[in-house]
């Protein structure tokens, strides 16, 4: 089928390369010139496993790119919608992109079109990209608006695509229907999975994809649903590990003992420095928009705001309690973006911290593996950089780890211990084990779990002080 991706974000790259994988003629549309020429030439701006073998794979061939959406609407059956809809001052969506959209494709609409809502939308907005369309002329059997939001978790988004949980289509018409389940039907029928070059099937997924049909009010509910669920069980735990460090218990353990529980689950009961992205807190607030403007008043989202905006302020409390005062403190940072697999920075909580830390007078060096080149361009010159875990840690009086890499959790501690001033590590992300940091000569503070703690010896710190002249 031939389709046109609008927006060529981190949801229209993925979703454009996804599509050109399933089989499908792709064209991605976007009104920014330098950034299609790049995509032209092979660069692909986020960092993202598989993404680029995907670009390599189909650029050219059967991913194309252009600038005029027109065109590319006209040449196409399905037009998938995936631009930014930014949040406002007052935390709803700002559709004026998808509105822009909604305008230009009505010229274009000259034989049977369906219009794909991929961005993350409020309720309704379905109704209002129709008439739009209307408004300016279209002729109604002409076209069809249906919802297909993503679930994509950075970091692991092409293989969220590629092996959904479930695909969920809105559709208030059979045709539209039927269109959108053509082009999933390679992963709803299985026959992308037996190709030779699919994209290799991640832990804990079943194969084929279940496809959810709904309205498309219901789809465009499902989707801030989903977030803003996720986005409270995570500062659930949060606020339990708040009880867990008050009271002397183990978070994690609390963890496993609710995460067993099979209406529970395990997933996102990860205690840290709380949610950030360009999902979550965005998603969160546009949804509590939404139900104001419903006439309901969503208070529990005002408090899963407020734990993930307070659990920033914890850890500073936990550093400064590490160190007792932070002026003129030199702090080695790990991690910099949101999640560990992602370059994206955007509402990051270690970006956040960081910012609250140089406030208080503190000197950090930082390393993330994907992220520098982004944080540099909202830190600028207050944070020094480091080119690995090892020299961010040298000379620090403290590490702080702020983003859940994995080989953050598989340091030489050994050499870990002897870079640092004083063997203090603060864990934002519990990546290690209290009791073999304790082992390892380490002062080890986490979240929700009863500190380690490990005085050196005055002749150990005399013998570490020559090592380091």
């Known amino acids: 089928?031939?389709?046109?991706?609008?927006?060529?974000?981190?949801?229209?790259?993925?979703?454009?390369?996804?599509?050109?994988?399933?089989?499908?003629e792709v064209v991605l549309v976007d009104n920014?010139?330098?950034?299609?020429?790049?995509?032209?030439?092979?660069?692909?701006?986020?960092?993202?496993k598989f993404l680029p073998e995907l670009f390599d794979r189909h650029r050219g061939h059967r991913l194309t790119f252009s600038d005029n959406l027109r065109e590319s609407v006209r040449a196409s059956v399905a037009i998938f919608i995936a631009v930014g809809t930014p949040p406002t001052e007052r935390g709803e969506a700002d559709l004026s992109y998808v509105e822009s959209v909604a305008r230009e494709i009505t010229g274009a609409v000259d034989d049977y079109k369906v219009i794909i809502e991929k961005s993350t939308v409020p309720v309704y907005t379905s109704e209002w990209i129709r008439k739009i369309i209307l408004r300016n002329g279209a002729d109604p059997d002409s076209f069809d608006v249906a919802s297909n939001p993503e679930f994509l978790r950075e970091g692991t988004?092409?293989?969220?695509?590629?092996?959904p949980d479930r695909i969920v289509v809105g559709c208030d018409s059979e045709r539209?229907?039927?269109?959108?389940?053509?082009?999933?039907?390679?992963?709803?029928?299985?026959t992308y999975y037996r190709h030779p070059d699919a994209i290799p099937q991640?832990?804990?997924?079943?194969?084929?994809?279940?496809?959810?049909?709904?309205s498309t009010k219901s789809a465009e509910l499902i989707k801030h649903a989903s977030n803003a669920f996720l986005a409270m069980k995570i500062s659930f735990i949060n606020a339990v590990a708040s009880m867990c460090e008050s009271v002397g218990a183990d978070v994690n353990q609390?963890?496993?003992?609710?995460?067993?529980?099979?209406?529970?689950?395990?997933?996102?009961?990860?205690?840290?420095?709380?949610?950030?992205?360009?999902?979550?807190?965005?998603?969160?607030?546009?949804?509590?928009?939404?139900?104001r403007e419903c006439g309901y008043d969503f208070r529990l989202l005002d408090e899963v705001m407020r734990i993930n905006e307070d659990q920033r302020d914890r850890f500073v409390r936990k550093v400064r309690s590490a160190l007792w005062t932070l002026r003129g403190k030199s702090l080695g940072v790990l991690g910099l973006a949101f999640k560990g697999g992602t370059d994206d920075i955007r509402e990051s909580p270690a970006i956040l911290i960081l910012q609250l830390l140089l406030q208080e007078g503190c000197k950090i060096t930082a390393y993330d593996p994907a992220a520098m080149e982004r944080a540099q361009e909202v830190l600028h010159s207050t944070v020094k950089f480091a080119n690995s875990s090892y020299e961010a840690a040298h000379g620090a009086d403290a590490l702080l780890i702020l983003t859940e890499w994995e080989e953050f959790a598989n340091l030489d501690l050994a050499r870990l211990r002897d870079e640092l001033k004083y063997p203090i590590v603060i864990d934002g992300r519990n990546l290690y084990d209290p009791e073999m940091m304790a082992a390892n000569g380490f002062t080890y503070y986490s979240v929700g779990r009863a500190a380690a703690r490990?005085?050196?010896?005055?002749?150990?710190?005399m013998r570490n002080s020559a090592k380091k002249a």
């Open 32 to 48: 920014d010139v330098r950034k299609l020429a790049a995509l032209k030439n092979g660069e692909v701006p986020i960092h993202e």
């Open 202 to 214: 991640p832990d804990r997924t079943s194969i084929p994809a279940p496809i959810i049909v709904t």
């Open 454 to 461: 490990v005085e050196t010896p005055p002749a150990a710190a």
């Open 254 to 291: 609390v963890c496993h003992g609710i995460g067993s529980d099979s209406r529970i689950g395990p997933r996102f009961l990860n205690p840290g420095i709380g949610y950030g992205g360009s999902c979550f807190p965005k998603d969160v607030l546009a949804f509590r928009a939404v139900a």
């Open 1 to 24: 089928m031939r389709i046109a991706v609008v927006g060529s974000g981190y949801v229209g790259l993925v979703a454009g390369a996804c599509f050109a994988d399933l089989g499908h």
């Open 157 to 163: 988004a092409v293989t969220d695509f590629l092996f």
């Open 176 to 190: 539209a229907a039927e269109v959108l389940r053509e082009i999933y039907a390679p992963l709803t029928s299985g």
